[in-house]
């Protein structure tokens, strides 16, 4: 544009000379600079697009433990035992090629080789869940091994885009397929892996997690134990622990809080139970990334600043409180609705006593913030930020999680209600990123569910910590949600 400028300048101004031409652009260059400096954070956000490469996978291979390990019943926890956990959850992490390494060092090999000494240490997961009379889930430590498979890609790993951020339309295509092996997860393998290969001599690494057996922290874990053994460590930095019986329900069983996940909403209907909140399933559906940078945070701290009663917000309460008021505005709820926002918060650090290191079960409970849609979109956000604060606090009570698996057995494993609820999860504390195979810590690293809301985080070019919000919504729903993030950001 600014060459446009000065041609246009030149044949209209011929007699103009070079010297005050030149004075001309300075101006013109410091009316710009100025202007920029005077101008308000933008909110980024990236719309994520199919994108078409192909995947040639190899045959599957069953990884076995590198050593014989011992075959015993492993009894899993109350927490571990909820009904709404038996699934599988995904990530993937982005290696770039290293030209230190020789072409013919192989990262599916050497994957291999690790995986199979990390096994030895955590051999329950080459087992097999079953399931016994009365529903309850055992772990048969059967040795029978987790599935590994091999492919290339066609293209460069930077075809996929930069920043690599979630939601990744293309993740089928870097994952195993598990439902070749079957549906659910009783009798299934409890790992299924994937490395694929691309031109560049990139990578990716993908991961399908039972969550029976772990939660994020509890497999960022496993992965990192790997990633010990394929950098030529004897045994893992950290021993994996497994003390289920920890978490088990108190007999008789005595809830101590209440946990609203698994309590109804009085007004909710059956089609309220759809995770995008709007049946019928919508087929325009949009898939976007927001990204919060320290400016962003520092904006979103200016909203609340006045509130007496916040002594310290963290990155997380700010943005899911911005991201839950703007999701609400965006599906347009009676304002006489109940709505809800969800999340998981750890336990590792809130019971007395505390759990040992090394555990790698599930240890977290659910926090559960809710509203009026009225009152949550009307007022400012420093009312959302403060039932998601209220709600942390009481889900980080020391004995929250006993509550939790005294409720699940006295209520016989129930489903969890999640009508009119919006469900987030920050794993940017979880340990993926770090996950290094000798290639380094990665581009990403992270869970990649398509349509979840799982905050995870990257660094930019300036070394910053950047957090990804990924969002998937209708179109209209998208614009609004995005122009009220954008609001937020540029108040």
């Known amino acids: 544009m600014l060459h446009s400028i000065i041609h246009k300048q030149r044949i209209t101004k011929s007699s103009i000379s070079q010297t005050l031409i030149i004075a001309f652009i300075s101006f013109f260059l410091y009316l710009i600079s100025s202007s920029e400096t005077k101008q308000q954070p933008t909110m980024k956000s990236i719309l994520r697009q199919k994108i078409s490469f192909n995947v040639q996978r190899s045959k599957p291979v069953v990884i076995f433990p590198a050593k014989p390990t011992p075959h015993d019943i492993k009894f899993l926890s109350d927490i571990d035992n909820q009904t ?44 097999r869940l079953k399931e016994q009379p009365e529903g309850k889930l055992v772990l048969d430590c059967t040795g029978e091994g987790v599935m590994f498979v091999e492919a ?29 092996m079957g549906p659910g997860v009783i009798n299934q393998p409890l790992l299924y892996l994937q490395v694929t290969r691309f031109k560049c001599g990139g990578f990716t690494f993908a991961h399908k997690t039972c969550h029976v057996i772990a939660d994020a922290h509890g497999w960022a874990q496993f992965l990192t134990a790997i990633g010990e053994f394929a950098r030529g460590a004897d045994q893992p930095n950290v021993l994996p622990v497994w003390d289920r019986h920890l978490l088990l329900a108190r007999d008789p069983p005595a809830p101590t809080h209440i946990h609203l996940e698994y309590e109804p909403m009085e007004d909710a209907t059956q089609e309220d139970f759809h995770i995008l909140l709007k049946p019928p399933v919508p087929t325009n559906l949009v898939q976007r990334s927001f990204l919060f940078g320290p400016k962003d945070i520092s904006v979103l701290k200016e909203h609340v600043k006045s509130l007496e009663s916040m002594s310290y917000v963290s990155r997380f309460e700010l943005i899911t409180a911005a991201v839950w008021r703007s999701h609400t505005i965006a599906l347009d709820y009676n304002p006489d609705y109940e709505i809800r926002v969800l999340f998981p918060v750890s336990s590792r650090g809130t019971m007395v006593p505390p759990l040992p290191t090394g555990f790698y079960g599930n240890a977290f409970a659910r926090a559960v913030a809710c509203s009026k849609s009225g009152k949550l979109c ?25 509550s939790l698996a005294d409720l699940t057995v006295l209520r016989g494993r129930p489903q969890m209600m999640d009508a009119r609820t919006f469900l987030v999860t920050d794993v940017t504390r979880a340990g993926f990123q770090g996950v290094d195979f ?14 979840a809301t ?22 209209l729903a998208m614009a609004t949600f995005k122009a009220e993030m954008e609001s937020l950001i540029q108040a």
């Open 454 to 475: 799982m905050y995870t985080s990257f660094r930019n070019n300036d070394g910053e910590e950047v957090v990804v919000v990924p969002m998937c919504l209708p179109e």
């Open 438 to 451: 000798g290639w380094g810590g990665g581009m990403f690293g992270g869970k990649a569910l398509p349509i």
């Open 378 to 402: 009307s007022n400012p956000l420093g009312y959302a930020l403060t039932l998601v604060k209220e709600a942390k606090e009481k889900a980080r009570a020391s004995d929250f999680l006993q």
């Open 84 to 127: 709404v956990l038996r699934y599988y959850t995904s990530g993937v992490h982005f290696y770039h090629a290293d030209p230190s390494k020789a072409y013919e060092v192989d990262p599916a090999h050497v994957i291999k080789a690790a995986l199979a000494k990390a096994l030895v240490y955590y051999y329950p997961i080459t087992g």
């Open 152 to 180: 290339e890609a066609d293209v460069c790993i930077e075809y996929l885009g930069d920043p690599l951020t979630p939601p990744f339309p293309f993740t089928d295509q870097l994952h195993f397929d598990s439902m070749l």
